[in-house]
């Protein structure tokens, strides 16, 4: 471990040059860590997930994937997949989709998927239970010039999707998903919300009947 990695202070945006985030991505100590890189920072996200992070993770994946499948739109779904562009920036979104013309994209074989070959996922999803404040803020500035068409934030506290279109470099609050078919994000609040008092078989029946 460098000096300065040493000294990082985890779940921070920390000045780091490239190279110190080459050194964390192939440091076995953090095998489990989600590691970010945006505008000469580094992150190291090393804070337990736990029930509720799992638990909407879980839910939101599901969702998608049974609107995608039930309205026939071409998808493939990443679950914690790294995405990094050379000496500029690195994410590990907890879900990310390609779409459409992308779908078939990245290869199976593929390890870290290296933006300089591949597109950047459609869709990018971080799930929000303690990290809120820096998925609205230096995490949404990082996707905003990621390539992405749109990013969501799964507020895990309040049962809120904010969501945003991505171009140009900038963002702008949907309520609506516009690359799966104008998806209403109401609905995938409203499963959030059910899942506090029925189990996930309970909440999928009742978006089957919504979907379909």
Known sequence: MTQLLSKID??????APWDEYQTAENNP???KAKIYYYQGKIKIDM????????SDHSIINYAIN???????????????????????R?????????IGDNVDAVPYGTG???????PPPNLVIEIANNSLGDDLGMKRLLYENFG???????????????AFAISDGGSKK???????LNLDLSILEEALQKTRVSNHSQVGAWLLQKFS
Do not use: M
Request: hydrophobic share 30%.
């Open 10 to 15: 985890y779940d921070t945006w920390v000045n």
């Open 47 to 54: 804070s337990p997930l736990g029930n509720d992070h799992a």
């Open 174 to 180: 949907i309520n609506q998903s516009q690359v799966l």
């Open 29 to 31: 100590d953090y095998d």
């Open 90 to 98: 690195s994410a590990q979104p907890d879900l990310s989709y390609y």
């Open 148 to 162: 992405s068409q749109e990013y969501w934030i799964v507020d895990v506290q309040s049962q809120n999707i904010i």
């Open 112 to 118: 870290i998927v290296d933006l300089d070959i591949y």
């Open 66 to 88: 049974l609107y995608g499948t039930l309205k026939a739109i071409d998808f493939n779904c990443k679950d914690n997949c790294t995405y990094r562009k050379t000496g500029y």
